[in-house]
């Protein structure tokens, strides 16, 4: 059983104590799609076991399609066109409705899509926060810290933004 990151509130709704357990799913990798082989490990890679040169399998244009597709089973058995336009879908109404139903505070739209862009700008570098509103502002548009931390902490909820520890 799967639900959105924010249930509609309804007093006659159970809370499932006892009989439903939460669990965090994430988006499928490429080897769960079947488009990758699984030669290359990340464990293998951090344990330094010594691993030759590998050729891919998958071709550029493929790897590409599956970067546009998105890893969600829902888009595994679309078109690549119909896939974009779900993942299309799912960046509009994550930034103009779920962005605000999360916790019910005002967020803007524009805004919303400056933060994640920002973020997908420094992802997997040592930037501060400090530094993405820098960034924002730099591209544009206008956001105090205060407002930026309020936006995080919502697309943290949305499971958009999931930090682990370094």
């Known amino acids: 059983m799967t639900r959105s990151a924010k249930p509609i509130k309804d007093q006659q709704r159970h809370t499932g104590v006892g009989r439903i357990v939460k669990i965090k799913m994430r988006p499928m990798s490429l080897y769960e799609m079947n488009a990758s082989n699984g030669s290359v490990s990340i464990q293998d890679f951090i344990n330094q076991m010594k691993m030759g040169v590998q ?90 810290d205060e407002s930026f931390y309020s936006y995080i902490r919502a697309l943290e909820k949305l499971y958009i933004i999931d930090n682990v520890p370094a």
């Open 55 to 144: 050729k891919s399998t998958v071709s550029i244009k493929d790897l590409l399609a599956h970067i546009c597709r998105g890893r969600w089973p829902g888009t595994i058995d679309l078109s690549v066109e119909q896939a974009i336009v779900a993942v299309e879908n799912y960046y509009h109404t994550l930034t103009s409705e779920d962005i605000v139903d999360v916790d019910n505070v005002k967020r803007d739209q524009t805004r919303a899509k400056a933060v994640i862009k920002s973020f997908s700008r420094n992802i997997s570098t040592l930037t501060s926060y400090q530094t993405m509103v820098k960034d924002i502002i730099e591209h544009g548009d206008q956001i105090s």
